[in-house]
């Protein structure tokens, strides 16, 4: 179950501490390895997947049945169906070796490697675990609002122009553009500012951060 969670409802821990790379016009950090292993216990959330599950049992109940009725018919005296003597009789005259065959094997690899791929991952990657500080309850951030949530914070500091940022599950990479004061000082509050927005999101595994701050381009 997701359920919306605003960034002011968050606990703030202390202890925290973050790596910061001051060089240059951008600037980059990590979430302090201890944090990071204290939050790891909340999985990701898995993906109920209904339409691969549904599309699959579909073609199978459609293949066993039609197998089924073909094998009733014979056993009662009846003919085999079309489909079934033609697809003997090409098994039987073609080699192994045919591109046929060997592109309906590949293809048959290739469906049941999605479909183990699609049972061992649990996807829903849009969605950031959140910290369970109450047992039983799980939530979880859509990476979209957290852009949303850091973008609304640094348009806020002095200095910006216009920012934009991609979240992503390990890192949030945000690129703002100021159109006064020296480029340092405005990297230096949006490192501020970014590194307490993300803490307040409450997240299970807060997401490093590089920022990257530059003038606008000129006209003409």
Not at 7 to 32: F, H, M
Not at 101 to 121: D, E, H, K, S, Y
Not at 137 to 144: I, K, Q
Request: aromatic share 4%; net charge positive.
């Amino acid at each position: 179950m997701t359920e919306p969670h605003g960034p002011g409802g968050t606990e703030q821990r202390e202890g925290e501490v973050l790596q910061l790379d001051p060089s240059g016009s951008s600037a980059s950090y990590d979430p302090a390895p201890a944090r990071r292993a204290r939050s790891g216990r909340t999985g990701r959330f898995w993906s109920p997947r209904r339409i691969p599950a549904a599309l699959l049992a579909l073609v199978l109940l459609g293949g066993s049945g039609l197998l089924l009725y073909d094998v009733a018919a014979v056993r009662a005296g009846r003919p085999a169906m079309r489909w079934r003597r033609v697809l003997v009789g090409e098994l039987a005259e073609r080699p192994l070796s045919s591109p046929w065959l060997l592109g309906l094997a590949a293809l048959a690899v290739l469906i049941g490697l999605w479909l183990l791929v699609l049972a061992a991952t649990p996807g829903l990657r849009a969605l950031l675990p959140m910290r369970r500080d109450r047992p039983g309850v799980r939530a979880a951030l859509d990476r979209s609002a957290a852009a949303l949530v850091l973008r609304d914070r640094a348009v806020e500091v002095a200095g910006v122009q216009s920012v934009r940022v991609r979240m992503g599950r390990g890192r949030a990479a945000v690129r703002a553009v100021s159109h006064f004061r020296e480029l340092d000082d405005v990297r230096a509050d949006l490192d501020t500012v970014l590194r307490t927005g993300i803490r307040e999101l409450g997240l299970a595994r807060p997401p490093g951060l590089t920022v990257q701050v530059r003038r606008p381009a000129k006209k003409g």
